[in-house]
């Protein structure tokens, strides 16, 4: 068993950022890929960013790509996201998702574990 807990979501004006926070607990995988999503309501859930554990590969979204960095810190088991110039377009709650791989993958229905979600409101 994996858990994932996020944090760092709030209410936020458009062109602030924000930093949100994912830490894993439970069994260490190998390979171990860890990704970012965000579902709005009435719409479906959708990749933001992936990276994986070692850190050597991570993917963006063409809609954050340039205001948005992935990162993580294995001694915390932690991964963060870093979001800058944020826009009325980017409230959704976040989910942090984990799935052990050799590649890492960008559609939700791959990943195995799943966090609570935080939600995330930018205001025009």
């Known amino acids: 068993q994996v858990q994932l807990v996020e944090s760092g979501g709030g209410l936020v004006e458009a062109g602030d950022s924000l930093r949100l926070s994912c830490a894993a607990s439970g069994r260490t995988f190998s390979n171990y890929v860890l990704g970012w999503f965000r579902q709005a309501p009435g719409k479906e859930r959708e990749f933001v960013a992936a990276?994986?554990?070692?850190?050597?590969?991570?993917f963006y979204a063409d809609s954050v790509k340039g205001r948005v960095t992935v990162s993580r810190d294995n001694a915390k088991n932690t991964v963060n996201l870093q979001m800058h110039s944020l826009k009325p377009e980017d409230t959704a709650v976040y989910y942090c998702?984990?799935?052990?791989?050799?590649?890492?993958?960008?559609?939700?229905?791959?990943?195995?574990?799943w966090g609570q979600g935080t939600q995330v409101t930018v205001s025009s």
């Open positions: 998702a984990a799935r052990s791989g050799a590649v890492v993958r960008l559609t939700p229905a791959w990943y195995e574990y």
């Open positions: 990276i994986s554990w070692s850190g050597e590969t991570t």
